[in-house]
């Protein structure tokens, strides 16, 4: 193996567990919303301030290895759609066509964006 194919195979782990970080950090957030939603008595609050602050710190490690953009528009993804999911399923929200159109289109913007950061990924490898 070259000195080059082992630098692709470690920055293709470090990449995947940042992948990692970004599914974490979307996952608190949801847990955290819940947490609001649910948080009555002052120690609730506490939790939900350590959820806040585990999140932030996989948001950061997950920002360490992957565009900032992308990390940031998958978080918030996950979080609009989660969010809205919980809204329906858990708090008693309505469901409507609309909603489900917006949910759509959020899901659709950050698979683009993925498919666009992984175009230039391509661009920049066949460069070196």
Known sequence: MTDSQSRNRWRVLF???SWLYVGLTSLFELFWIFGFNHAAVWWHWLIVVGLII????????ACEGLP????????????????????VFL??????????????????????????????????????
């Open 15 to 17: 990449v995947n567990k």
């Open 68 to 87: 900032t953009g992308t990390v940031y528009a998958v978080f918030a993804g996950i979080g609009t759609v989660g969010t809205a999911l919980m809204d």
């Open 54 to 61: 585990v999140d932030f710190q996989f948001l950061y490690k």
């Open 91 to 128: 708090f008693g929200g309505s469901f409507n066509g609309g909603k489900l159109l917006f949910i759509f289109i959020v899901v659709v913007g950050v698979i683009s964006l993925n498919i666009a950061d992984l175009k230039d990924e391509q661009k920049r490898e066949a460069v070196e």
